[in-house]
């Protein structure tokens, strides 16, 4: 069996700076408290949580009396980035706040708070529940959250609509969505926020999902990232499989002579890609 690792396989340019400024706090004083998951990734985020890291969930909306409790304590808001409202509940709750949003959410979050200053019908397209979008949402007056083509059946537009898409959503799903709306409504405005380090990634893996027989996806079953990447290698490669670690790898999977291929979604560390990697190889020394 021959096995290799995706060059491009990694974390992302978002989660890297998360993970680094998260690890530099810990090493520093022992307790640091993330609103909601730091990364969608459990394995990750258990070695996080050997260091100190707490994880509180994200109660929606943030209020700054149910938060009282992390008054004086370092609270990190993760890449996912907050509402305005929620950014000001920990504020007067008297956390003291480390950010880790992603410069490429936190744009999106300006942009839209422009658009809906300029009088715009601000239409995210994403999923509903996801705290990124739950985050872009608090910057409008009155968005309109967009998942699926039935969502759009009963939407009422007004005659200027700016259009985004959460930055982890699959790019195809988000334009032929974005065609609806602009097939009715007279000024829709269609921002293409999909991440572009994810738009290049994919690009790359499908090509790398192509040139092996098998290919292993390392990714948290709640990463949204983790999703779209897999369907495009099996969109590809019909023997793709996704799992958190070795634990879900099946043996019938492979044969004796395949090339198998092991990358990962924008929050896998490539520990966890070369931990699958020895694994195999012990697998194959069998
Ligand atoms: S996937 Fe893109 S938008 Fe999301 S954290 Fe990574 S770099 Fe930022």
């Known amino acids: 069996m021959k096995i290799v690792i995706d ?33 969608h990734n459990p394995v990750e985020l258990q070695r996080l949580q050997q260091m100190g890291l707490i994880t509180r969930p994200q109660e929606e909306p943030l209020d700054a009396e149910r938060l009282s409790d992390l ?16 950014h000001e509940a920990l504020r007067q709750a008297g956390a003291q706040v480390e950010d880790a949003t992603c410069s490429t959410v936190r744009r999106v979050q300006t942009l839209i708070a422009e658009k809906d200053r300029q009088g715009e019908q601000i239409v ?13 949402a608090g910057y409008s007056r009155k968005p309109l959250l967009i998942e699926r083509e039935a969502d759009l059946e009963g939407a009422v537009f007004s005659d200027r609509v700016a259009v985004f898409s959460q930055t982890t959503f699959d790019r195809d799903r988000f334009f032929s969505l974005a065609k609806i709306i602009q097939d009715r409504v007279r000024h829709a405005t269609v921002h293409d926020t999909t991440c572009r380090h994810i738009t290049k990634r ?33 969109a590809v490669n019909e023997r793709s499989f996704k799992i958190e670690g070795v634990d879900e790898l099946d043996r019938s999977w492979l044969r004796p002579a395949d090339t198998v291929g092991i990358s990962g979604g924008a929050s896998t560390p490539r520990w966890q890609l070369e931990k699958v990697r020895d694994y195999l190889l012990e697998l194959s020394a069998q």
């Open 202 to 234: 994919l690009r790359r893996l499908v090509d790398f999902a192509a040139s092996v027989d098998v290919l292993l996806l390392i990714g948290g079953s709640h990463s949204s990232n983790s999703r779209v990447l897999f369907e495009a290698c099996r």
């Open 124 to 136: 995210i397209i994403g999923k509903k529940n996801h705290a990124e979008v739950i985050g872009l």
């Open 71 to 86: 008054k004086d304590r370092r609270v990190l808001v993760r890449t996912h980035g907050l509402a305005a409202a929620g």
């Open 7 to 39: 060059a491009h396989a990694g974390f992302c340019p978002g989660v890297l700076r998360a993970v680094q400024k998260a690890e530099k706090m810990l090493a520093h004083s022992g307790e640091l408290i993330s609103l909601g998951a730091l990364i």
